[in-house]
């Protein structure tokens, strides 16, 4: 999800940090929790090389 695309994205984005129990520990310690990684309606908050391999083989 891109939030710099419109607004709708960041909206939608927002709605989700600020529900998902998956930003918990975001919320937590006042961070933003960017960047993150939608996939399927799971939240990625550790962006690691291997799930950037993982999306751009089509695997996610």
Do not use: W
């Amino acid at each position: 999800m891109e939030i710099t695309d419109s607004m709708k994205n960041l909206k939608e984005f927002l709605k989700i940090r600020d529900n998902s129990d998956d930003f918990n520990i975001v919320r937590r310690v006042h961070a933003v929790g960017i960047p993150m990684i939608l996939i399927d309606g799971k939240v990625h908050l550790n962006i690691t090389d291997e799930l950037i391999e993982e999306i751009a083989k089509g695997h996610l």
